[in-house]
């Protein structure tokens, strides 16, 4: 009989780790990852690997500090005689720098995506920031996954809000404000941001009179420095609507964001569980390891 595959997660995502190997009938391994005094990287594979297939679970917010033991790791699970490494990655950070914006700058998505692909054999994230590169083959050279949250984001405004307004802050937001407001039977509108800087951003005065009746609920992918929804949150509190529920994919939150946010006039703030923040309420276990199923060997 085969040995079944390895999970084992990178520090801090042990509970995904535990929940993928128990759903997919893997081994949890065990791997040491640390620090030296220097701050260089230490790993060591502690669980049997050779000839297995083998999962590192990984979400790459804050991606500095947690790329280089990311890529040691890999070496080292191949250095013991694992026969492939996954990757899963719920956050997969660097996607938002997709174009030259500036002459100087560099396309760190492509970078990124290269790496991550001589790294692992596979991708799995959840709901990656596409915009001008429209699918993760234009920058991973390994087949690569996106598991979409659109369905069980919905669920939770289904149970949880009383007649919902969804509202995307962009037309980036557009197709999957769309699909969230199909599966949770709302209506949508879409705004037209305008990004000056890291935390100058300008959104337009939603026409949202007519829906004046309705809780609005803001959707998004990505909460980084959250500007994008404290000026939103803004203008609709201005407009006399109910204190919009704040909805993302994933809680990047940036130094003070979360509380900035609450302090703006956010109602209830909510996240999928793709980057452990305290806003986190909508589960994704069980879509991402639907997700791996399709990835892995039959
Ligand atoms: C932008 O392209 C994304 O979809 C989000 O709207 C953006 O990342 C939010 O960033 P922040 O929270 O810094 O305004």
Redesign the pocket.
Known sequence: MTAPGVVIAMPGNEQLAEELAIRLGLERGVATVRRFPDGESYVRIESPVDGRGTIIVCTLDRPDDKLVPLFLLAAALREAGARSVGLVAPYLAYM?QDRRFQPGETISAHHVGAWISQCADWLLTVDP?L?RITDLSQVCSVPAHAVHAAQSMAQWIREHVRDPLLIG??E??AQWVGAVAQHALAPFVVLR?T?RG??D?EVPLPDVERWRSRTPVLV???????????ETVGHLRQAGLAAPVCVAVHA?F?QT?FEDLRAAGAGEIVSCDTIRHPSNRIPLAAAIAAGVRTLLPA
């Open positions: 938002r920031h915009h802050p962009d980036e937001s941001k990004r890291d935390r951003v998004d992918d990505i909460v980084s420095t959250a500007r994008t929804m404290i990047v940036a964001a």
